[in-house]
């Protein structure tokens, strides 16, 4: 081919990826995860009512298959970052999962329509129900996997793609890095957006239209999403995997063992290898850290570990990228583990909230009473104007005084969230002593269900709203830290870290529930089917102490945290090494400048 014909061809190549990427993927990729948080929410937030009132199951068991779903769901995003990074890449991840997140909200549609899927209606101030059967049981467990399943493709994977899009963007403009924690707020902003609709006109139909349609409307708006999508295909960005994360984590360790007794060497001297790599480092290669030396041996260099070829036996010898990507990860997962608690101190949101909203004055109009879990409709309110209020006001406020672009740094923002969540239990337990305080006096402690108190549901408003300002700062700050500080070529599954915090605060609810369940019976139980007679807000102290304890635990963690550094490539190719975030000008070892800040 002549000299004129390949530079055509690559001249069109490059027309062809300048189109690529940027805002203009934005619609494709949050509508997808919009509908599969539409139908995540709209079933979620009321499934307490379905297993309760349609199924007919005790309130702990309810409770507990709603935490066991929950963390069942922000499980299997582990496994869907992994396969992203390793082998399918973001698009295809996304893509599988949708199809069979759709499958699943098929499924949960028609056991919410079919009259044998479900066991017959309750009678009317029946004091026992029949309850469903085993088989009812298991095609309600069957969706539900599905769904969770689905999940593991979309979730992990949806952040890191969209961020994707804007940081290859920025780069090709030559502009620097993109303002991620304005896209940050734009993807939890949308999250929002879907949960406000859910937990108003979804729920809305299931309780006043029926399940059926209920779980139909956010199936069919699924479906228009994963077209959607799909129809995109041109205009993304798709970075291609870059391997098992997996398997070089297991090599590193795997070489550092076997070089447990060696002594190390100057850093310098340490094994490094650009071209092996460049498929892992496209934004630039992480530096050497003189924390966690142990792993520093896989990198040592001794006789047998290089094939007369020159490449590396990576079983015994890994590059100092390579090892720091390990060492990122372990630094990591202290602060990660702070998040645990947070979702098991707010997991009684979608449970034992909404009963006690069933239990008190929901009328709006004569004829209209607000369904009880449509009192999510303030959590997520005060999140949507705190994400939008600290996005276009407070960061320009509070850059004046730190000078950070993002005004303050991640972690700084995860504290803040987790200190207001305390208060909203502190709310929760207050409102919830003046209800029982109100059933007393009214006579009305063993009134029949269905039965309201003289007590409004908007006393429940507050608890509500003030979880819904501290995830605004919590949810958003955890998310940004796991992206930033995660290696890049793990970065599906470093978001897949946050669903997993999710996961495990859930199963740990469920644990919490059930101790406290068996461990209050000869006392007074405080958790009862009736909540009327139980000491619900007893619960919500023991959350606040608890809570209480994992902030010191968080402070001493930031303390102590030691953000990576990473050496990038500037557009005109001088090397610009940057640790983590900015504040003061450091030079590496063959004088390049680098910032060193926190995040």
């Known amino acids: 081919m002549s000299e004129d014909g390949r530079g055509g061809a690559k001249d069109v190549a490059e027309k062809k990826k300048a189109k690529q990427g940027g805002f203009r993927t934005m619609p494709f990729i949050l509508a997808n995860d919009f509908c599969d948080r539409l139908a995540t929410v709209g079933f979620g937030s009321n499934l307490i009512t379905y297993l309760t009132l349609q199924l007919h199951l005790p309130l702990v068991e309810a409770s507990n298959i709603l935490t066991n779903y929950h963390g069942t769901t922000n499980l299997t995003p582990l496994v869907g970052g992994l396969i992203a990074d390793s082998f399918a890449g973001r698009f295809w991840t996304i893509t599988v999962g949708s199809i069979i997140y759709q499958l699943g909200m098929v499924c949960l549609t028609l056991s919410a329509a079919l009259p044998s899927l479900r066991p017959p209606p309750c009678a009317k101030h029946a004091v026992e129900c029949q309850r469903a059967s085993s088989y009812q049981i298991a095609v309600l467990y069957l969706s539900l996997l599905a769904t969770s399943i689905g999940s593991g493709g979309t979730r992990p994977c949806n952040m890191a793609f969209g961020a994707d899009q804007l940081e290859l963007d920025a780069r090709k403009r030559r502009g620097g890095k993109a303002p991620m924690w304005s896209f940050f707020n734009l993807y939890f902003f949308g999250i929002e957006l879907a949960k406000l609709m859910a937990v108003t ?35 993304y960005v798709r970075m291609p995997p870059g391997g098992s994360p997996l398997v070089r984590l297991a090599q590193v360790a795997a070489a550092a063992f076997k070089k447990r007794k060696a002594v190390l060497p100057d850093p ?84 034992f909230a909404i009963q006690q909203a069933r239990t008190m004055d929901r009328d709006i109009t004569p004829s209209f009473k607000i369904p009880p879990a449509s009192m999510l409709i303030f959590n997520n309110l005060a999140m949507l104007v705190t994400l939008a209020f600290y996005d276009r006001v407070l960061v320009r406020v509070l850059r004046r005084f730190t ?197």
């Open 201 to 235: 006109v979804v729920v809305y139909i299931q309780e006043n239209v029926g399940w059926g349609w209920g779980l139909g409307v956010p199936t069919i708006a699924m479906f228009v999403a994963v077209i959607g999508f799909v129809s995109g295909y041109s205009l």
């Open 268 to 351: 310098d001297l340490l094994y490094d290898d650009k071209v092996l790599d460049a498929g892992i480092s496209t934004t630039g290669r992480l530096l050497h850290t003189d924390q966690l030396k142990f792993f520093d041996k896989a990198a040592i260099v001794m006789e047998g570990d290089v094939l007369p070829s020159g490449e590396p036996k990576l079983w015994r010898l890994s590059t100092v990228h390579r090892v720091e990507e390990i060492k990122s990860i372990v630094r990591m997962l202290p602060i990660w583990a702070a998040g645990i608690l947070m979702v098991t101190a707010s997991s009684h949101n979608s449970s």
């Open 403 to 599: 000078g950070r672009p993002n005004g303050i740094t991640h972690l700084q923002r995860t504290g803040v969230g987790m200190t207001i969540a305390m208060l909203g239990n502190v709310a929760a337990a207050a409102v919830e002593k003046r209800r029982r305080s109100v059933a007393a006096a009214s006579g009305m402690l063993d009134a029949p269900k269905g039965a309201m108190l003289p007590i409004s549901v908007f006393w429940l408003v507050p608890q509500y709203a003030i979880h819904g300002v501290a995830n605004a700062f919590m949810d958003v700050g955890r998310m940004e830290f796991l992206y930033d500080q995660a290696p890049e070529s793990m970065r599906s599954t470093a978001a897949a870290l946050y669903w997993l915090t999710i996961s495990a605060g859930s199963y740990l609810g469920t644990v919490l529930v059930t101790i406290v369940h068996e461990k209050t019976r000869g006392s007074g139980q405080w958790l009862q089917d009736n909540l009327n007679r139980g000491k619900l807000d007893n619960y919500y102290w023991l959350v606040v102490g608890l809570e209480g304890l994992n902030l010191i635990y968080f402070f001493v963690c930031v303390k102590y945290y030691t953000f990576k550094p990473l050496e990038t490539v500037g557009s005109d190719e001088e090397v610009e090494p940057y640790h983590g975030n900015a504040n003061g000008t450091n030079k590496d070892k063959k004088g390049a400048s680098f910032n060193s800040r926190t995040s």
